[in-house]
T-cell receptor, first 117, second 114 residues
C-alpha cells in the first residue's frame, strides 16, 4: 500500500532556530503534497499545498516566509519552520496525493511533534 | 465557505454499534471521507463515498450520505476496544483552486468500554 513517512517524528528546539521536516512518499509518486497543523484535541488545519516543481500555495493567514515549503522531487516535500517560537509548537502532518489517483486519494504521514522551548 | 461539523464525543460498550455523525455545508463536495487517528499518529483512511452515492458498506463500516441534508454518518458494527480513537470526517471539493483540498471536521473521540 501507499506509505508516507515523515522525519523527524519528534523534535525539540530552542526559540529562534529553524527546523526542517521531511515528507516522503515511499512507494508512489506524488505531484501534490499537503501540509497540515494540528493543535491538541483539535482538527487539522491546512497550511499549504505543495506542488512539485512550483511554488507552494499557502492558506490565508499562514506566513509563507515563516513556513518555507520545497517540493523538489515527486517523492519529497520539506517544511522548514524558520525562527521558531513557542507558539509554533504543534503536531505537523503531511499528506501526499497519488498522481493520477481516482478519488483524490491522499495518504497521511505519521506526523511530527515540534516543541519549541 | 466550507464548514464541517461533528459531535465531539461518543462512548459505547464493546460489541455495540457506534454511529458517528457529520454535517457539511458545501454542496459542491465530490468525495467525503472518514479518517481514524490514534494517539500521536497520523490519519488512516477508513473509507470514502462519492457524492452521488447514498450508502457504502465495507466490512464492519457502513457510510450513509444524505446529500439533501448534507449529512454523513459512519456506523461501526460490533465495536471493539481497538476502535477507540478520534474519527474525522472530511470533504473534498470539486475543482478550481480548491481541488484536492480536504476540509476536516473537529473530530469525534470514540471511547469503547469493555
Amino acid at each position: 500500500g501507499a506509505v508516507v513517512s515523515q522525519h523527524p517524528s519528534r523534535v525539540i528546539c530552542k526559540s529562534g532556530t529553524s527546523v526542517k521536516i521531511e515528507c516522503r512518499s515511499l512507494d508512489f509518486q506524488a505531484t501534490t503534497m499537503f501540509w497540515y497543523r494540528q493543535f491538541p484535541k483539535q482538527s487539522l488545519m491546512l497550511m499549504a499545498t505543495s506542488n512539485e516543481g512550483s511554488k507552494a500555495t499557502y492558506e490565508q493567514g499562514v506566513e509563507k516566509d515563516k513556513f518555507l515549503i520545497n517540493h523538489a522531487s515527486l517523492t519529497l516535500s520539506t517544511l522548514t519552520v524558520t525562527s521558531a517560537h513557542p507558539e509554533d509548537s504543534s503536531f505537523y502532518i503531511c499528506s501526499a496525493r497519488v498522481s493520477g489517483g481516482v478519488h483524490n486519494e491522499q495518504f497521511f504521514g505519521p506526523g511530527t511533534r515540534l516543541t519549541v522551548l | 465557505g466550507e464548514d464541517v461539523e461533528q459531535s465531539l464525543f461518543l462512548s459505547v460498550r464493546e460489541g455495540d454499534s457506534s454511529v458517528i455523525n457529520c454535517t457539511y455545508t458545501d454542496s459542491s463536495s465530490t468525495y467525503l471521507y472518514w479518517y481514524k487517528q490514534e494517539p500521536g499518529a497520523g490519519l488512516q483512511l477508513l473509507t470514502y463515498i462519492f457524492s452521488n452515492m447514498d450508502m457504502k458498506q465495507d466490512q464492519r463500516l457502513t457510510v450513509l450520505l444524505n446529500k439533501k441534508d448534507k449529512h454523513l454518518s459512519l456506523r461501526i458494527a460490533d465495536t471493539q476496544t481497538g476502535d477507540s480513537a478520534i474519527y474525522f470526517c472530511a470533504e473534498s471539493l470539486a475543482g478550481g483552486t480548491s481541488y484536492g483540498k480536504l476540509t476536516f471536521g473537529q473530530g469525534t473521540i470514540l471511547t469503547v468500554h469493555p
